[in-house]
C-alpha cells in the first residue's frame, strides 16, 4: 500500500506539473498579446491612436514552438526566438493606419549570442549588460515606421552604471526609490 501510495503521489505530481508547464506555456504568450494590445491602445499621439492588430494564436504559434525549440537546443535557438518575438510584436503594431515594420534575422544576433554566452560566464554575467544594450541597439535599428528608421545609442556600461546606481538606491532607502528607480529605467 505504501508502495501504490508512493507511485500514485509520484504519478499524481508529474501529471500536476505538467498540466501547469502547459498552461504557463500557453498563458505566457497569451499575457504579452493582451498586455501590448491593451497598452497601445491606451497610447496616442498627436489625436492619433497607436493599436495592437496581431491574433493571439497567431502569437502563441511563434511562441509554444520558439520556447520548446530553446528549451530542446539548450538555449541556442534563443536568437531566433526573440526576433521571432520581436518581428511579431513589431509587425502587428499601428499608428493610425500605418503600420511599423521589422526586419531583423535571427542569424544576426547567433554570433553575438555566443559570444555573450562565453563572456557572461567569464565576466560572472557583467557582460550582460554589453549583450542586452547590443540587442537593443539591433531591435532599434530594424524597426521602421514609414520610411523612418529607429536608432538606439545605449551602451553597456551606461546599463551597467543605470542598474548599479538603482540597486543602490534601492538598497540605501530601503525601497522606498522604488518609483525613481522605475522612472530611471523608463
Known sequence: ????QTVWGFAG????SSILYVFVLIGTPIVIVRSRAYRLSRTSWRGIRFSFRGATWNFVRVFVPGALLTLITLGLYYPFFQ???RR???NHSYYGATAFRFDGKGRDLFGPFLLAVVLSVLTLGVYGFWFS????RYFFGHTSFATARFRSTVTGGRLLRLHLGNLL?????????????MVRNI
Open 13 to 16: 505530481r508529474i501529471v500536476f
Open 83 to 85: 526576433n521571432n518575438i
Open 1 to 4: 500500500q505504501l508502495l501504490a
Open 88 to 90: 511579431f510584436l513589431v
Open 169 to 181: 538606491r534601492l538598497i540605501f532607502t530601503l525601497g522606498l526609490a522604488t518609483p525613481w528607480v
Open 133 to 136: 544594450a547590443y540587442l537593443q
